[in-house]
């Protein structure tokens, strides 16, 4: 009985989730003057593990208000899914999308941006793409906005480099046992959730796992979550 409600309920999600994008109508096609690109407050180099902060920048370079739709894509993650993001290496690999359940979220009304005015939207690139070795990458991301993209007029896409560095031994250490002593309050049932999970799964390195593994040790179930998950992602545990 309990396995048939569960699959109803899944169902029943799915449908009302779906309703809910299908029936936000399209605001037209991509306006034109739209245009976007991305800012770093601290700048596009980064040590791998912690979290790449980054602003969208949607901008109105044409003559008349543009209205740009957003939400519906944010519940049981948190932050908003329909940015898609495509991250590419040096050597050409693309990284890993990051897996979390959309349950979509409310549509609220259009942002209206007049000519030559911006809409901003803070976002972390490892909530889409996961990031698990140095280099260099070339960052690429789009918004739908409600609108209906053609060959002519395009979804604007923001783009920009990025550096990623190793951290040394001693910023590994500061850094995870300060989330332990952040997250000493967790308890077993947190386990599993997005909003307390990073930004200890986006440690995703061999030399990370000896200073979760200490942090585990002293009784951070967070840290423990992590080194399983990393070292899964590693392959370094048969399962």
Same mark, same amino acid.
């Given at each position: 009985?309990?396995?048939?409600?569960?699959v109803?309920?899944?169902l029943l999600m799915t449908?009302?989730i779906?309703?809910a994008?299908a029936?936000?109508k399209?605001l037209g096609?991509v306006?034109?003057g739209?245009?976007a690109n991305l800012q770093f407050?601290?700048?596009p180099?980064?040590v791998l593990g912690e979290?790449i902060?980054l602003?969208?920048?949607?901008?109105?370079?044409g003559?008349?208000t543009l $209205?740009?739709q957003t939400?519906?894509?944010?519940?049981?993650?948190?932050?908003?899914?329909?940015? $898609?993001?495509e991250?590419?290496d040096?050597?050409?690999?693309?990284?890993?999308?990051?897996?979390w359940?959309?349950m979509?979220g409310?549509i609220?009304a259009?942002?209206?941006v007049a000519?030559?005015k911006?809409?901003r939207e803070?976002?972390v690139?490892?909530n889409?793409v996961?990031?698990?070795?140095?280099?260099e990458?070339?960052v $690429?991301?789009?918004?739908?906005?409600?609108?209906?993209?053609?060959t002519?007029?395009p979804?604007?896409?923001a783009e920009?480099?990025? $550096?990623?560095v190793?951290p040394?031994a001693e910023?590994?250490?500061?850094?995870?046992q300060a989330?332990a002593?952040?997250?000493e309050h967790?308890?077993?049932q947190?386990l599993?959730?997005y909003?307390?999970?990073?930004?200890f799964?986006w440690?995703?390195?061999?030399?990370?796992?000896?200073?979760?593994?200490?942090?585990?040790?002293?009784?951070?179930l967070?840290?423990f979550?992590?080194?399983?998950?990393?070292?899964?992602?590693m392959?370094?545990?048969?399962?």
């Open positions: 009985m309990f396995r048939k409600w569960t109803v309920f899944t449908a009302a779906s309703g994008k029936g936000a399209p096609p306006p034109v739209a245009a407050y601290k700048g180099e980064f979290p902060e602003t969208f920048v949607l901008r109105n370079g003559p008349l $209205k740009a939400g519906g894509d944010y519940r049981a993650t948190g932050y908003p899914t329909r940015y $898609k993001f991250v590419v040096d050597a050409g690999s693309k990284a890993e999308p990051s897996a359940y959309d979509g409310i609220g259009p942002h209206e000519p030559l911006e809409y803070q976002l690139l490892q889409y996961r990031i698990d070795h140095p280099g990458y070339l $690429k991301v789009h918004h739908d906005f409600g609108w209906l993209a053609t002519e007029r979804y604007p896409v920009a480099r990025i $550096k990623v190793l040394s910023e590994i250490g500061r850094r995870v989330l002593r952040k997250n967790r308890q077993s947190h599993g959730q909003w307390n999970s990073p930004p799964v440690m995703i390195h061999p030399i990370y796992l000896p200073a979760l593994e200490q942090a585990a040790a002293g009784g951070c967070q840290a979550e992590a080194f399983i998950a990393s070292a899964t992602l392959r370094l545990v048969p399962w």
